[in-house]
């Protein structure tokens, strides 16, 4: 039986229409042929959580060295990067404050929601 949820190549193609098809790091189009095919990374590692803040449209490479290096449970002290304070964001309204914001509020509130990493 599969992590993933049953309408996961839905959940798939709406996060990367959001996108526009794009890497949301490297900002790279799709474009399979020379090596910067779409994907979508769950950051903690979650098949089943499909929450907007979890789900990042990176191409391949980016994927692998987001997968090595980005652990959205851990404290990270210095500044995220500007593609990634969204996703910590939502991440944080959740886990500190159990809400589960849409990212229109996230993007509202970001200051204030990524400062609850730093006062913890």
Not at 68 to 78: G, T
Not at 86 to 114: I, K, M, N, Q, T
Request: proline share 6%.
């Amino acid at each position: 039986m599969s992590e993933y949820p049953q309408d996961w190549p839905e959940i798939a193609e709406s996060v990367k229409d959001a996108a526009q098809w794009r890497c949301i790091r490297c900002e790279h189009p799709h474009d399979p042929a020379t090596g910067y095919c779409l994907t979508v990374h769950h950051l903690d590692g979650n098949k089943s959580n499909c929450r907007w803040w979890n789900l990042t449209a990176l191409c391949q490479r980016c994927h692998l060295s987001v997968q090595a290096r980005v652990v959205i449970r851990q404290q990270y002290p210095l500044e995220h990067k500007e593609w990634f304070k969204p996703y910590a964001a939502g991440w944080y309204a959740f886990r500190y404050l159990g809400e589960d914001l849409s990212r229109p509020a996230v993007l509202e509130r970001l200051d204030e929601l990524l400062a609850l990493e730093r006062r913890l």
